[in-house]
């Protein structure tokens, strides 16, 4: 508990972790600005291509803010320690070293887990009271039936926090956890989607990006990624992205000399 | 043996450090070689060597933050890692740079301090008696050199440990800091706790320690006390160069 205490102090006394949530909570007003200028297109336009006109999931398209800020949160947590050497210190005065990673696990899942649903939550309402029945109604549908598409999203964030943290712990560097990452996210998904089948829809549909959709079952035919995996499948392999860089990252915190 | 007021002279036979064939090998370089002494408390012992002489590796040995390739580092007659609330039996000042920039002095102790479970107050008291109450909420990124030596004796000094370890703590101190270590070092020897000094100011060397151990690639080379060496030699200094003349190798291991 004691380290807990200093792993939330730690994170409370650094100014990049108000920065990395603020930039998180910003995806909400992305949101919004864009869910204005989709508003103002419909109006101005013809009835006839209203008809036609259809609009994504903002909270799906802004998620992507969050999850990248909790992530580099995540591995500034434990990089930052070791760019300055303040590891050594923090290692020295917890011989165990495993509570060290547990607390900083803790304290960085924890703002994903607040951070997730409120930028999620936060866009989805906001869009919805913006939208309202225009696009087809996309924005209609009853709060009900989107609530697994959104509680799944809101936690991914927790995974990519995690993911950072595990990943800086492995590599103890602040670029090369960050490029990591983003590849993650960005690069490798796109090579995956150009390998010829099966092995694009196989290795798509364990990409980190994929993962939230297959669990809840959504269509992801017309995108990069594979829906190959049943939600319970989808759900372990999502837990493993956050977890196993973190049990890597502990066994070398462990073995390694600080 | 060495008196100290508040403690029973049983506990401090015991506060020592004891090293029994300390090796480390890092690749093909032997970083620390079969080095075996022990440190006793109630005086200041200096800590010597070339750069590259292993003093830095040792005391991180000591801390546990390098496993040894062989033999063993006691503290109190028991590893360090075994220690659930190290910081209350061993202080220690490796690198006072290596601290987040970002945060202020307060927060940096308290940071450490609530691992161990050492009180606010504490940190207070600490950075008052290193000189920095007055610019304790300032970011320590701003600090000098020598402010951040003085965090990093406040942050050995946190636990209140019967042992204590500073790695060339006096780099960087203008004149006043140099005397304010040296007075602090033999004060805090002279409460009966065990105190492990390295340092190249041989003159500041010669006024501060009583013992003085001399290690060279990775070996210990001499070990007596301050009197024994300026009786043998002209000076500490004469005494320094003329024992380590054939150990002074650069490029070696950390």
Known sequence: ?258 | MVRCDDRPPYLILYRVIELKRLTKRYGDTLAVDDLSFNVEPGHVTGFLGPNGAGKSTTMRLILGLDSPTSGEALVNGRRYTSLSRPMREVGALLDASAVHGGRSAYNHLLCLARTNDISATRVSEVLQQVGLAGVARKRVGGFSLGMKQRLGIAAALLGDPGTLMFDEPVNGLDPDGVRWIRDLMRSLAKQGRTVLLSSHLMSEMALTAERIIIVGRGKLITEATVAELTERYPSLEDAYLALTASSVEYGAAR
């Open chain 1, 1 to 258: 508990m004691s380290v807990l205490a200093s792993e939330w102090l730690k994170v409370r006394t650094v100014r990049s972790s108000y920065l990395a949530l603020g930039l998180s909570l910003g995806g909400i007003l992305l949101g919004i600005a864009v869910a204005w200028a989709a508003v103002g297109m419909y109006d101005s336009t013809t009835p006839e291509r209203q008809a036609h006109a259809s609009i994504a999931d903002l909270e799906e398209v802004v998620l992507i803010v969050p999850q990248l800020c909790m992530g580099v949160l995540g591995v500034l947590t434990i990089t930052s320690e070791y760019t300055t050497g303040l590891i050594r210190t923090s290692l020295a005065i917890v011989p165990r070293r495993w509570p060290v990673l547990a607390g900083k696990s803790a304290i960085v899942g924890l703002l994903g887990l607040v951070t997730g649903p409120l930028v999620v939550f936060g866009t989805y309402f906001a869009a919805r009271l913006m939208i309202g029945d225009r696009f087809r109604g996309s924005y209609t549908t009853p709060l009900l039936d989107k609530l697994p598409t959104l509680v799944t999203s809101s936690l991914s964030v927790v995974v990519f926090a995690l993911l950072g943290l595990g990943l800086g712990a492995t590599l103890r560097s602040t670029a090369g956890a960050i490029t990591i990452l983003v590849g993650l996210v960005y690069v490798i998904p796109i090579i995956v989607g150009n390998l010829p089948e099966p092995w694009s829809e196989r290795l798509g549909s364990v990409q980190i990006g994929a993962l939230p959709r297959e669990i809840t079952g959504d269509d992801l035919t017309h995108s990069v990624y594979g829906s190959l995996l049943p939600p319970v499948a989808a759900a372990i392999v999502l837990i493993a992205y956050a977890v196993l860089p973190l049990l890597a990252g502990a066994w070398l915190m462990r073995r390694r000399d600080a």
